[in-house]
């Protein structure tokens, strides 16, 4: 069933329809098919999705408190642009979530903890050889959430998933300006920190997490000061 179908039954209630409208856009906003700086139409958005616009509204209060859209001032709304000037204390987050949960995975793991975290990395690696940016992001938060889930923490692993949603813009615009052709090595330190993982080598799992994390983020700055050819508001 495609998304039209499903925005078109006349039998949905309310609260189906604004997770259909939420879900949708979240995804679009989150991928970049509406970049930074796109202006939201509820008159627009009604007709797409055949409804009311309270059901719209609803939708647009959730994704305007996760920060993915703003209201202005003269009341209209647009995508939110994203803050680079602030870029250092989410990355510094993401840094962090990433050594903490790969290192509480290789103290806690079960065997099917590996079974699935193998499964994601499967995935992943399928997604950079057949090229597929939105496939990468998407299997690689699927890695990085099954890895958190083994280390035990639900409130780690929340976190953690909130900043990989988060930083989907952001890896979007790096595969970006690659073409899509993300590097081999990001599947070979996948690779490495799920074999210190299976080891339980704590140490060996903080270590490459950190390297993993913090070579992803200085390649990210690197782009953004380079700034020009980026198709996007900055």
Same mark, same amino acid.
């Given at each position: 069933?495609?998304?039209?179908?499903?925005?078109?039954?006349?039998?949905?209630?309310?609260?189906?329809?604004?997770?259909?409208?939420?879900?949708?856009?979240?995804?679009?906003?989150?991928?970049?098919?509406?970049?930074?700086?796109?202006?939201?139409?509820?008159?627009?958005?009604?007709?797409?999705?055949?409804?009311?616009r309270?059901?719209?509204?609803?939708? +647009?209060? /959730? $994704?305007?408190?996760?920060g993915?859209? *703003?209201? #202005? &001032?003269n %009341?209209?709304?647009?995508?939110?642009?994203?803050?680079?000037?602030?870029?250092?204390?989410?990355?510094?987050?993401?840094?962090?979530?990433?050594?903490?949960?790969?290192?509480?995975?290789?103290?806690?793991?079960?065997?099917e903890?590996?079974?699935?975290?193998?499964?994601?990395?499967?995935?992943?690696?399928?997604?950079?050889?057949?090229?597929?940016?939105?496939?990468?992001?998407?299997?690689?938060?699927?890695?990085?959430?099954a890895?958190?889930?083994?280390?035990?923490?639900?409130?780690?692993?929340?976190?953690?998933?909130?900043?990989?949603?988060?930083?989907?813009? +952001?890896? /979007? $615009?790096?595969?970006?300006?690659?073409? *899509?052709? #993300? &590097?081999? %090595?990001?599947?070979?330190?996948?690779?490495?920190?799920?074999?210190?993982?299976?080891?339980?080598?704590?140490?060996?799992?903080?270590?490459?997490?950190?390297?993993?994390?913090?070579?992803?983020?200085?390649?990210?700055?690197?782009?953004?000061?380079?700034?020009?050819?980026?198709?996007?508001?900055?």
């Open positions: 069933m495609t998304a039209a179908d499903k925005t078109s039954r006349p039998e949905r209630k309310r609260g189906s329809g604004v997770k259909v409208v939420y879900d949708l856009l979240r995804d679009e906003i989150l991928d970049l098919v509406l970049p930074p700086g796109s202006p939201i139409d509820e008159v627009q958005l009604a007709e797409r999705f055949k409804m009311s309270t059901p719209i509204r609803e939708a +647009l209060v /959730r $994704l305007a408190g996760e993915l859209i *703003d209201t #202005l &001032p %009341r209209s709304t647009m995508v939110s642009n994203i803050d680079f000037m602030n870029m250092h204390t989410y990355f510094d987050a993401l840094v962090l979530m990433y050594r903490i949960t790969t290192r509480l995975a290789a103290e806690h793991h079960r065997p903890d590996l079974r699935v975290i193998r499964a994601h990395q499967a995935e992943f690696a399928k997604a950079v050889e057949e090229q597929d940016a939105l496939a990468m992001i998407a299997t690689n938060a699927a890695l990085h959430s890895i958190a889930e083994a280390g035990r923490n639900p409130y780690f692993t929340g976190l953690f998933g909130r900043l990989l949603n988060e930083g989907r813009r +952001l890896l /979007r $615009l790096y595969y970006q300006s690659y073409d *899509d052709r #993300l &590097p081999q %090595r990001f599947v070979d330190e996948h690779e490495d920190m799920i074999a210190v993982i299976a080891a339980r080598d704590v140490e060996a799992a903080d270590r490459l997490a950190k390297v993993h994390a913090e070579q992803i983020v200085d390649q990210i700055q690197k782009l953004f000061t380079r700034g020009g050819h980026l198709n996007v508001a900055l």
